[in-house]
Each structure stands twice: as C-alpha cells, then as structure tokens.
C-alpha cells in the first residue's frame, strides 16, 4: 500500500525542487554569462557540449509549471535565483532579473505554494569566475551582497531561504575532480573553494539576519558511504570519503571545526587563517536542507593521490545516473544527522529522485520505476522520523526533466516529461502517483 501525506504529520511539506541554470534558459531576460556557459563550451566536458541558453524556456512557460505543481497538490515549491540573471557581471543589478522573481514568487503564492528559495545553486557570473571564483575569498563578499540585493525584492514573501546548494559539487567535483564548472583539477584551489563556500555562506546568512531575514538554512548532499571490504585500508579509505564529502560541511556549520582527517590532505593546501573564520561558518540556523541520492562504496587506491581511494560498483539496480538505488541509506543519514550533529534541527529533505530513460508512448510514460523509488524514499524519510529525526518536507527532485549539468539532456529526472525540441510538458506515471498521494481528500 503506498504511503499518503496523512501517514506523515499534520503541515509536513511536500514539494518538488528545480533549479535555475537547469530550467529557466539562460538567453533569456538580460541574465550574464556564468561559468556553466564556458564550462560547456569547452570540449570533452559535456555530453554534446548542451549548455543551459535555452533549456526547458522556464523564463517563459513558468506560469503553467508552477500550475502542475499545484495541479499535483503540492504545498511547496523549491527553486533557485540565478545571481548571473539578477547581477549579470556580478556586481550589478538587472532589473528584468529581479523582476522576473518577483513575479515568479507571486505565482507561487497565488497556487498556495510555499516558496522556498535557493541563492546559489551554480550559476557563477563569469566577470567572477575570471577574477579566480571560489578560489578568491572576494567571491563570499560578493555573494552577501548578491543575497542582500534579491532579499530585498522578495525576501518579503518566501518562506525559507537556503544560501548554497550543494558545497561539496560546488568546491570538490568542481575543483578537485573537474567534473563541473569551473572544471580545474587542483587540490589548491579545492581546498580553498572548500572553505569559501562555506564562508559565503556565513557572510551572506550573517546579512540576511541583519536584515531581519527569518528561516534560514543551507542545502548539505550526503552519501550512503561503505567500505568495499573490512579490512583496514579499504576502511580507512572509507572514512576519508565520509569526511570529504559528509563530514566536512555539516561538522562545520554544526560545530565550527574540519575533520582532522581531511585536513591531513588539505591542510597545506588551506587559506590563511581560516580559523579565524569558522566562527562566521557556524552561526545558529533555522533548518538543514539534506539532498541524498545513492551510496558509495569505497577501496583504497594506494596508487592514486591522496585521498587514495576509488568507487566500486554496488550489487543493487542502477539508475540512468548509473547510481544504485539505496533508500536505507536515506535513513541512516537522516538520523545519523539527527544524533551526531543537529539534534532537534529542523530538516527538510531537499532533494531525492531519480533519472530514467522515460520514453512517450501514446500520450503516457509509465515511470513505475521511479513511482517506487519516490515511496521507498518517502518510506525511509518515515523511519527516520519514527527515530526522532525532525523532518519536516520532502522536495522531489525534479519537477522537470531539465538540464543534467555534465550530462546534458540526456538524464530524464522529472515528474513531467519535456519534449526538449517542442517544449511539450507531459507529466509521467509516478506524477500522478506522487499527486494521488499528496490529494487531501484521499
Ligand atoms: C544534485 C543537484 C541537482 C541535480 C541533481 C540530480 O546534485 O543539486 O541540480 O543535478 O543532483
């Protein structure tokens, strides 16, 4: 029997999220150059270097997606704001931007749905990315004032406000591993985006409470980590990548210190007195956004650089991702959170779905795959709960089919179908599964 909204408590939040760069077509309404631009305009970096000009034309059909939000009885939307739209060179406003969130935020409010907004989810204005980006300190400064000017325009009326999506993409995959904007492959600038990430945080948090802002969180991605086998070096690999990607940015923001660990790697590689720091990076919050998808499984690569490990696939299916469907591991992390660093936190569930190589067939695409992916994730989120975790919503990830980052087009992750030559929205099987669920008269 599938589970309902009223197997979880009275106000708990469903919704499902996007992004900006991933959406809304970045050719659109006077928005900068970003990173992602030149990242995909470089060869070997993206599945038919796809870029993000035009993508799903959100900028323009936005009033009937946030109706299929509604239509599917959703209470809650999670988008982003693209500081590349508001401020294309970094620095200065466009109005057109500002203007377009404005009347993005009132449609949500006319459908009853709650928006909740993400300030950084990637797009780095170019004029930034030339002056170093993440690896320049100035950057955290800039973003405050990037948060402080969209705040401004709609902060009024959104209920919550998550500063960064997603730090360990943001500094590792991006400067360690090269597989995202800006693409470099330095443990120097990883180590110092690392730390700037969550210093922009910090900063842009600390102004928005100066402004009086309420409801203020960060969107953290976890992995479900193992080691491939029990023996002490695959073990040890193991708890270096649970340090590098788990650790790292909720110890923290939840306790103002990096794991020693990790800092044995990165240690020479840190900025200058970025101690003095941590204070700023670990200021009170509202709310932890957890975005989880697969677990990992490790064994050490005494070979390769330090942190000496690699992945090895696990034995469960896969998605079109090529990641293993593990919802325990939703389970784990949420009360492994809830014990170990946040107690009573308030958490939402950011981000959890599925890519699938869905195909239309008269009209219909029957997604039954990703339908039991979607309750099998709600099903864990429950078992959390029931532990104590303090779960509070549930944002599928994505509304849309939509721009994959690396992949391109090709990774369908969406409730709806987009046809990315017409545009034709189609919403798929687990939509209506997912809208049945949520219906409050069930
Ligand atoms: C997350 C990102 C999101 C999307 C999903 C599949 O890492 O936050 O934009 O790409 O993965």
Redesign the pocket.
Known sequence: MALSRFDFPAGFVFGAAT?AY?IEGAQFGGAGPCHWDSFAATPGNVVRAEDGARACDHYHHWPADLDLLRAANMDAYRFSTSWARVMPDGVTVNPEGLDFYDRLVDGMLQRGLKPFQTLY?WELPSALADRGGWANRDTCFYFADFAETITRRIGDRVASIATI??PW?VAWLSHFLGCHAPGHRDIRAAARAMHHILLAHGAATQRLRGMGQDNLGIVL?FEAVEAASDTPADQAAADRQDGIFNQWFIQAISQGSYPAHVLQGLGPHMPADWQDDMALISQKLDWLGV?Y?TRNIVEHAPASAWPHLRSVAGPRPKTQMGWEIYPEGLRATLTRLHRDYIGDLPIYVT?N?M?NADEIAAGEIPDAVREAFLFAHLQATKDAMAKGAQVKGFFY??LLDNY??AEGYEKR?GLVHVDFETLARTPKASYHAFARALASNA
Do not use: P, T, V
């Open positions: 992004a991933q989810h999506n997603e993409c991605n975005n998808y981000e779905g890519a990830w994505s994959e980052w992750f």
